[in-house]
């Protein structure tokens, strides 16, 4: 049996641009011929649920980076999620830097109001698009968009939680445009017990230290223990998944350290490279999928 265990922002589907079809027959052919796909993703499991449903995408999901699973026919599990007194610790530190964050729970996604942050905001376009040109003036588009009109708006995210006590905190993720500040946030966060590493260009992300797409997919893979484990990503939150499948797997696009470590390359997350490298390689040649 193979597992392909896939990334999705910047890996399976670029920033804001339609999942290459090649990626969605790739996954079907690989179901077809007995073996799984897997997404692997920071992304919580409303948003991971809302583009499945619109591609019409069926399998496993890792969401989280690791803090919770969602089998094919079950409910979402969560474990590993942030604890009160470590969303407490970290939003303080990140208030007294004034920097734009918000929080992935298992009820949506919370900022504060992007307008009172336009300043930050102005700033991380001015970067993406120095740095990244056109895609960058697109991610920055699709992202102010985002926090807009699809976040939950909290004036003060801490008491929000705090008087909500059954929402879960999978993760804290910041935007920054000066990467000397990002690298000044990492060196404060590492007095707190968490993991912070960078998961797209100008972020920083903020989890359990048990909750890795690593530490995931070792327990996914209990349950295969002969299968063959295939990794795609293209970010540092990727190098946890790297370190614990048996040939890891990087988009054209991804970061030179993903680049630097990865067994195999493949084109880009925009010319369907998740696809491309399944249908190319792993699945057989007697294998066929019938379309409902």
């Known amino acids: 049996m193979q597992i392909v265990f896939s ?15 090649i990626n969605k027959t790739a996954i079907n052919y690989l179901k077809a011929q007995g073996d799984h796909f897997v997404f692997v993703t920071g992304r919580g499991y409303d948003l991971v649920e809302a583009l499945m449903i619109e591609e019409g995408i ?9 803090a919770g699973l969602k089998l094919e026919g079950q409910a979402p599990v969560l474990a590993n999620c942030l604890p009160l007194a470590t969303l407490e610790a970290v939003t303080a530190i990140l208030e007294k830097e004034n920097v734009f964050y918000f929080l992935h729970t298992d009820q949506g996604v ?15 376009t001015n970067k993406l ?3 990244l ?6 991610i920055a588009e699709y992202k102010q968009a985002y926090f807009v009109h699809d976040c939950i708006h909290a004036p003060d995210l801490l008491a929000y939680i705090q008087e909500r006590p ?7 993720e910041l935007m920054e445009a000066s990467d000397e500040k990002i690298e000044q946030l990492r060196l404060l966060l590492q007095t707190e017990p968490v993991s912070a590493f960078q998961s797209f260009v100008q972020t920083l992300e903020v989890v359990d230290p048990l909750a890795t797409k690593g530490a995931a997919i070792t327990n996914f893979m209990q349950a295969f223990p002969h299968a063959k484990s295939f990794g795609i990503g293209d970010g540092e939150n990727d190098l ?19 680049r630097n470590v990865c067994d195999r390359m493949i084109p880009s997350a925009a010319d369907g490279g998740v696809g491309q490298f399944i249908m190319d390689e792993l699945i057989r040649e007697d294998v066929v999928y019938e379309i409902d």
């Open 166 to 172: 059954t929402i879960n905190v999978l993760k804290i």
């Open 58 to 66: 069926s399998c496993d999901v890792i969401f989280g980076n690791g």
């Open 133 to 138: 040109g056109e895609r960058g003036a697109m």
């Open 129 to 131: 698009v120095t740095d």
């Open 240 to 258: 946890a998944m790297f370190e614990v499948v048996d040939v890891s797997v990087a988009v054209a696009n991804a970061s030179e350290s993903i």
């Open 110 to 124: 919370i900022c504060k109001d992007p307008a009172d942050y336009q300043e930050q905001l102005t700033a991380l």
């Open 7 to 21: 990334d999705i922002d910047g890996t399976f589907q670029e920033m804001g641009q339609p999942v290459p079809e």
